[in-house]
């Protein structure tokens, strides 16, 4: 009888003991594919093979893979990522399979200890690691610490969700991937995934807990598509529902992971909705409160000033950036369409504001950017530029320049939407309360997106107050509930209920 794993390696020769393939599948990925080449070429480990599978790519990718000597080239029609992953299984000879996008890299000890992981444990299908972010031109996201340990308990890990997430973190023995017959052509972003959980539901794993991977992130990551991604993880997911129904333990962690998945794309695909409705209606440079549930992901609204509702005492100051009585830092991690507030404390105990500024990452910077000059011996707390250009959504750079003038220590804070208020409202009376806070320090808009509208059903006074003083100037059911704070009109007498 023919087995998955015979047709996978119909025509594979015979693995090659102690040698590792890294497969490296492509497709129009020639800005980046020369890294990704030399980071496999560059590794410590030296008994290894490199492939690039070309998945019909149309750019330059052909000429930049068949100049590096040691190489191999494969091309096919384009078939997509899990179909030129399984060609190069098919055509590699390696004991051990890193499969590494084109547009990450490998740090340069990762077949290394990757190897020696799996050596030490014997019994072991696959040994991972972690990922550090890189922005689209390679250089560092931010600094990196590595993830809580997880678990032994591999596969229901899982099951709650993608720990390993990074394909290039992961050294496969080869009998394990020919075990599953590799990955599954009808998925594309969550194909790892989906392997990840199909080989540990019947084979221990190790993690060796070290980086061994970049992970570039950029505007063309097939995880920017929100929807594409939810359907293919709940896919990968679904598959599993045989093997764990008849366990508690594994319903309990299935369940768990289809909440997190959609509660995580879920709520990244609201925020694409929200956004796109500030643009349309608000004007430029508007101040805007959303009730966020503590979600950063829904302050993603452009070029806005935009706030968690509600906040948290203004004793709250976000995260030490810097500490000095002057300086400048670089700031490498600033996002598209988020805004960052710095704040320069001094004086007895960093107890006084001495300075404040908005930084906003964006997409599209038209005309020229202003450049803030600042005299020596002044406070100062300036960002050059502001605001930042973030081409590929990621990795957007200004560099932070304090002075707190007089010579004395200071400290710079950073937060994103200021500090979120998790305790929920005691009643209507402390709901409104909280409002009036906000729109008293600054807000102009009230955003509600439609994971909030438990506001105006739980508190109904609240509903009222608002109905009553600010008309809503943006009211879609399926996205979000927009409130101009402004301008508050004289209480009518006839109070439009949300359906």
Not at 209 to 238: G, I, P, T, W
Not at 322 to 337: C, L, P
Not at 375 to 390: A, M, R, Y
Request: proline fraction near 5%; charge should be negative.
């Amino acid at each position: 009888m023919t087995t998955a794993a015979d047709r996978l390696l119909k025509n594979a020769p015979a693995p090659e003991a102690g040698l590792v393939s890294i497969i490296i599948p492509c497709y129009n990925h020639a800005d980046f594919l020369p890294e990704a080449i030399e980071s496999a070429l560059g590794q410590a480990y030296a008994n290894r093979e490199v492939l690039v599978v070309d998945d019909g790519s149309r750019d330059s990718t052909p000429q930049i893979a068949t100049a590096y000597a040691g190489v191999r080239y494969i091309r096919q029609e384009n078939s997509g990522v899990s179909a030129a992953r399984n060609a190069g299984v098919t055509q590699s000879r390696g004991e051990y399979i890193v499969f590494l996008d084109a547009d990450d890299r490998l740090l340069p000890k990762a077949l290394e200890i990757g190897v020696d992981s799996l050596r030490q444990h014997p019994t072991c299908a696959f040994a991972f690691g972690y990922c550090k972010l890189i922005a689209a031109d390679g250089s560092p996201f931010a600094e990196c610490e590595p993830p809580r340990r997880i678990s032994s308990e591999y596969y229901l890990e899982l099951l709650r969700g993608n720990y390993i997430w990074c394909p290039g973190s992961v050294i496969y023995r080869r009998s394990a991937v020919d075990s599953v017959n590799g990955f599954d052509l009808s998925l594309g972003g969550c194909a790892d995934y989906d392997l990840y959980l199909r080989i540990t539901r019947s084979s221990p794993v190790f993690c060796h807990n070290q980086f061994v991977v970049d992970y570039r992130l950029h505007s063309s990551n097939m995880s920017v598509d929100h929807s594409r991604m939810l359907r293919e993880a709940l896919k990968a997911l679904d598959t599993q529902w045989d093997f764990v129904k008849g366990d508690s333990r594994c319903v309990e962690a299935f369940m768990a992971g289809r909440k997190r998945w959609q509660d995580y794309f879920g709520t990244l695909q609201m925020s694409d909705q929200i956004a796109e409705m500030a643009r349309s209606n608000l004007p430029p440079n508007a101040t805007v409160a959303v009730a966020t549930g503590g979600k950063k992901e829904l302050l993603r609204l452009g070029g806005y000033r935009v706030w968690h509702f509600p906040q948290a005492g203004n004793d709250k100051r976000g995260q030490l950036f810097q500490q000095g009585t002057k300086g400048s830092a670089e700031v490498r991690w600033i996002q598209s369409g988020m805004t960052y507030e710095f704040r320069l404390f001094g004086g007895p105990e960093y107890s006084k504001e001495l300075a404040a500024i908005s930084v906003i990452g964006v997409a599209d910077l038209t005309g020229k950017v202003a450049v803030e000059s600042f005299e020596s011996g002044k406070v100062c707390l300036i960002c050059t530029p502001n605001p930042v250009l973030v081409p590929h959504r990621y990795g957007g750079r200004t560099t932070v320049t304090w002075n707190t003038g007089d010579g004395s220590e200071g400290q710079v804070y950073v937060s994103v939407g200021g500090e979120y208020d998790n305790r929920p409202p005691k009643n209507s009376e402390d709901a409104i309360d909280r409002l009036e806070a906000i729109r008293a320090r600054g807000a102009q808009y009230l955003l509600l997106p439609a994971t909030a509208f438990w506001w105006l059903d739980r508190y109904e006074e609240f509903r009222a107050h608002l109905e009553a003083h600010y008309p809503a100037v943006v009211r879609d059911e399926n996205s979000c509930i927009i409130f101009d704070l402004r301008e508050p009109r004289a209480a009518s007498a006839n109070v439009q209920r949300i359906t």
